[in-house]
Each structure stands twice: as C-alpha cells, then as structure tokens.
C-alpha cells in the first residue's frame, strides 16, 4: 500500500488513464505504474485497467507512455510477474516491439526487456 500511495516521480512512478465522465469531468480509468530498483536501474511495472475499459488499447498505450517516460529517467529494463492465464498482459508485452525474455517458474512468467534495445 505504501508503494502504491507515495508516488515520488523518482523511485516509484505512476500515470492514469482518464476518459471524459458523464459530467464531462476526467475519470481515471486505468494506471500504470513502475518501481524503480535505483541499484540496478530495473524497474517492477504493473498495470490496470477498469474492466469496461479492458481490451480498447489503453494497456497498450499507457505501457507505450510508462516506457518513453522510462527511457527519458534512465531505466535500464523492466521486469513483470505475469500469471498464464493473463493473456491480455502477455500480448502487451510481446506487442511493445521490445526483445522479451520469458522464464516460467511452473506458476508464473518472469518477463523481462531491456529498454536501452
Ligand atoms: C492486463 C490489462 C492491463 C490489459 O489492458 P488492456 O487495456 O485490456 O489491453 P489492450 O487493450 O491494450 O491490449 C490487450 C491485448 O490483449 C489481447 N487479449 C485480450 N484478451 C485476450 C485473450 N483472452 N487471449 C489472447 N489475447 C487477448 C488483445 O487482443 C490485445 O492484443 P492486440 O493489441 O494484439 O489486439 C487489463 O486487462 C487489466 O487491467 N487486467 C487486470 C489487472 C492485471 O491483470 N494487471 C496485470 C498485472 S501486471
């Protein structure tokens, strides 16, 4: 929860995505988020999407935006456990155009990319 809350733009950084609401307000949608190992210049992403909102693009855009803000604050790769079932997440990945590394523990995958690539 601590992770999730103290957004400091430096170690943990996080973007929504926000549709108009029926009042014409902004509505936030979805997140995307990384913590960044500052050590290794890895970085953990994690991503979600309100159901209704799932599988219109908007994973795939805010990994495209979390990635470019990424390169521009010198991460060197990103890392994410994603359970098999997660197809939607998968595809995200193997769509991004990045060369991802795959490793299977028997429950889950360990994706990995380098950005710098
Ligand atoms: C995973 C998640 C973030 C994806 O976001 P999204 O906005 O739905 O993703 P997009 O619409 O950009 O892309 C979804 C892709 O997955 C594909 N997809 C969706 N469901 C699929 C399925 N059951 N089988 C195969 N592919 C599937 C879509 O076809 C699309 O690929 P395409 O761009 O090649 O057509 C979203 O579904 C979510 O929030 N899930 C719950 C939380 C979660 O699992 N977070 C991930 C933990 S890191």
Redesign the pocket.
């Known amino acids: 929860m601590r992770k999730l809350t103290n957004v400091d733009y430096d170690q943990n950084l996080a973007i929504v995505g926000v549709v108009p609401g029926p009042e014409g307000e902004e509505e936030i949608v ?1 997140i995307a988020q990384y913590f960044l190992d500052p050590k290794t210049m890895v970085a953990e ?5 309100q159901d209704e ?9 805010l990994l495209d935006y979390l990635t470019k803000v990424a390169k521009e604050r010198g991460v060197k790769s990103f890392y ?3 359970l098999p079932i ?4 998968l ?2 990945f193997y ?1 991004s155009g990045y060369k991802i590394n795959t490793e299977f523990d028997g429950d889950s995958y360990s994706i990995t990319y380098e950005l710098t690539r």
């Open positions: 979805a992403v994690a991503f979600i999407v909102w799932q599988d219109k693009g908007m994973g795939s855009l994410a456990t994603v997660n197809k939607a997440m595809s995200i769509n």
